[in-house]
C-alpha cells in the first residue's frame, strides 16, 4: 500500500487533476486558524503548544493505521495517505515553475534569471552569475527535499502519522519564510523542528546519492556533524552534490556560461530522478519481505 499510495499521488500531482483545496493545502491552513482560534498560546510553553498542534491529528491518524483492524479500515487509511501525498509532493509543479527560469538563463538574461528565481527559492542576494547558479541549484535541491525526499521519508518510516507530522510543520515553516518577523515563538520552534525533520532526509539523499557515485567523499557528508546553528539540508545537499559531481570552474563567456549552467541543473534534476527511482526499488524490496506495508 505504501509504495501503490506513492506512486499513485506522485503521477498524479498536475494541477488539474488534484483540487487546489489539497494541491495548496488549505486544509491544513484551516486547521491551524482553527487551532490558534483555541488561544492556547500565550497561555502554555511554545513546545507544549506546537505539540498538541501537531499530535491530536497524529494520534488519529495513528489510531487508524493501528488500532482499528478490517479492511475498512485499511482503505480509509490508503485514502487518507493520498490526500496527505498528494498535499505536498509537489516535484512535479516545482519543475513547472522552474521553467522559466531555465530560459531566460539560457537567453543569457542574468538579473530576469534572478528575479525570477528569488521568487521561488527565496535566496539571498548573488554577487556573480556563478553564485547564482550555485545558489539556484542548492536551493532546488532543498525544494525538492521538501517536496518530495522528506515527506517520502517521513511516510515509510511512521506511516500517515509521519505524514501529518511533516505536512503541519511544514506549513508553517513555508508561513515563517515569507513573514518570520511575525512568527510566535510556537510558530518559530515548528520552524526550527522543520530543519531537523528535512535535515534527516538530505542525509539519506546524501547517502543515496554516494551510493550512486560510489563515492566515498559524499558519504562522509552525510554522516559528518555539523554546527547547531547551520542549516542541514542545506550545507549537506550543497557538499554533497560538490563531492559527487565536481564541477569545475565556469567559463568566461556568457554563451559558454548559459550553456554549461543548463547543463548542470539538468545533471541535478536527473540525479533527483535517480534518486527516487532508487528509494522506490528500496521501497519495493522491504515491501516483497515484508517490512513495509
Not at 503548544?49 to 491529528?57: A, E, F, K, R
Not at 527560469?101 to 548573488?126: C, D, H, M, P, V
Not at 565556469?250 to 547543463?263: D, K, M, Q, T, V
Not at 534518486?275 to 515484508?290: M, Q
Request: aromatic share 14%; glycine share 4%.
Amino acid at each position: 500500500m505504501t509504495l501503490i499510495s506513492i506512486l499513485i499521488s506522485y503521477f498524479a500531482m498536475r494541477e488539474s487533476v488534484i483540487p487546489s483545496v489539497i494541491r495548496e493545502r488549505r486544509w491544513a491552513t484551516t486547521y491551524l486558524a482553527a487551532y490558534e482560534g483555541i488561544g492556547l498560546e500565550g497561555k502554555a510553553h511554545p513546545a507544549l503548544v506546537y505539540g498538541v498542534y501537531v499530535l491530536i491529528p497524529m494520534f488519529f491518524a495513528w489510531y487508524l493505521a493501528v488500532i482499528l483492524d478490517g479492511w475498512l479500515f485499511v482503505v480509509l487509511d490508503f485514502v487518507l495517505a493520498l490526500f496527505l501525498l498528494c498535499s505536498v509532493l509537489t516535484a512535479r509543479r516545482l519543475n513547472s515553475d522552474f521553467q522559466p527560469f531555465l530560459k531566460r538563463w539560457q537567453q543569457q538574461e542574468w538579473q530576469a534569471a534572478y528575479q525570477y528565481g528569488a521568487k521561488i527559492f527565496n535566496f539571498s542576494k548573488t554577487i556573480s552569475v556563478g553564485d547564482l547558479l550555485s545558489q539556484t541549484i542548492t536551493h532546488y535541491l532543498i525544494r525538492m527535499n521538501q517536496y518530495l525526499f522528506a515527506p517520502v521519508l517521513w511516510y515509510v518510516v511512521f506511516g500517515t502519522a509521519g505524514l501529518v507530522l511533516y505536512i503541519l510543520t511544514f506549513v508553517i515553516a513555508q508561513m515563517n519564510e515569507t513573514d518570520e518577523d511575525s512568527a510566535s515563538p510556537w510558530k518559530k520552534l515548528a520552524g526550527e523542528f522543520m530543519y531537523a525533520l528535512e535535515g534527516v532526509s538530505a542525509r539519506v539523499m546524501a547517502m543515496s546519492i554516494a551510493l550512486l557515485f560510489m563515492n566515498n567523499k559524499a558519504l562522509a557528508v552525510a554522516l559528518r556533524r555539523f554546527r547547531v546553528t547551520d542549516r542541514e539540508a542545506e550545507i549537506v545537499l550543497k557538499l554533497a552534490i560538490k563531492m559527487a559531481l565536481d564541477f569545475k570552474e565556469l567559463p568566461e563567456e556568457n554563451e559558454a556560461i548559459a550553456s554549461e549552467g543548463i547543463r548542470r541543473i539538468h545533471v541535478v534534476q536527473d540525479l533527483c530522478t535517480n534518486v527516487f527511482v532508487l528509494w522506490l526499488l528500496v521501497i519495493a524490496f522491504f515491501t516483497l519481505v515484508g517490512w513495509v506495508f
